[in-house]
């Protein structure tokens, strides 16, 4: 707990520290590089948090055999009898650091059940309300802008009447989702790029990340802008 502290606390800083640095650096460097500058941060949130197993979450400490009474008997020899061991409740062996462990699991288990719900329920709401895209001239513009950009892999373009703006979903069968609006050619072309770099960079992952690193620390408020 005391590595997880450390942790959460040494890459807030950094965090910080980074996001006051970003005008300036903005000037220098590419979005690209600051965009990987940002995953170094919060692939240092998840990394060095190593939990070591073979430290039980709750630990017993079973109480030791008493001594011995002995008992003479007349003229013999004195006999030693084992005492019965006093039982003494377990929550008293209890360190401080056992029960924050166990408090953090709980909530990060919340966090990512939670989650976890969110995603089927939108993924499920935007299957049922998504229809695949039948215009000849905004899939022959898809298609070369995948060309263009290098993207090989299957991609489907769908509308979809339950979202505000176009993204990205699916890991198995990924997919991009436009609102049901009039856009112009030039604004389509933009936002299909825009989508499709997201792709590219495996953006998706690079959520999941984010969002291992959010369960990790959400005892940590700062982690959660």
């Known amino acids: 707990m005391i590595m997880l502290l450390v942790c959460s606390v040494t890459m807030s800083a950094l965090a910080l520290f980074y996001m006051a640095l970003t005008p300036l650096l903005a000037k220098r460097y590419s979005a690209t590089g600051r965009y990987y500058a940002w995953l170094v941060l ?21 109480p030791g055999q008493s001594a011995a ?22 929550f008293s062996h209890l360190a401080w650091w056992q029960a924050a462990a166990a408090i953090w699991l709980a909530g990060m288990l919340l966090f990512l ?21 039948t215009d000849e001239q905004t899939l022959a513009l898809f298609q070369n802008l995948k060309k263009e950009m290098g993207v090989s892999r299957d991609l489907r373009l769908q509308i979809c009447d339950s979202i505000g703006g176009p993204m990205m979903i699916g890991f198995i069968s990924p997919r ?17 790029k825009h989508e499709l770099v997201h792709d590219k960079r495996k953006d998706l992952w690079y959520k999941c990340l984010i969002l291992l690193a959010t369960a990790i620390h959400w005892f940590n408020p700062k982690d959660h802008t």
């Open 42 to 62: 919060v692939a240092g949130l998840v990394i060095p948090f190593r939990p070591r197993f073979h430290n039980a979450v709750v630990k017993v400490n079973m």
């Open 69 to 90: 009474t002995t008992i003479q008997i007349g003229n013999r020899a004195p006999v030693a009898v084992p005492a019965e061991p006093a039982l003494s409740s377990t």
């Open 113 to 133: 059940v939670y989650h976890a719900i969110k995603h089927v329920r939108f993924s499920k709401l935007a299957a049922r309300w998504s229809v695949n895209v």
């Open 176 to 192: 991009i989702l436009l609102p049901k609006a009039d856009f112009a050619k030039e604004e389509l072309r933009l936002i299909l």
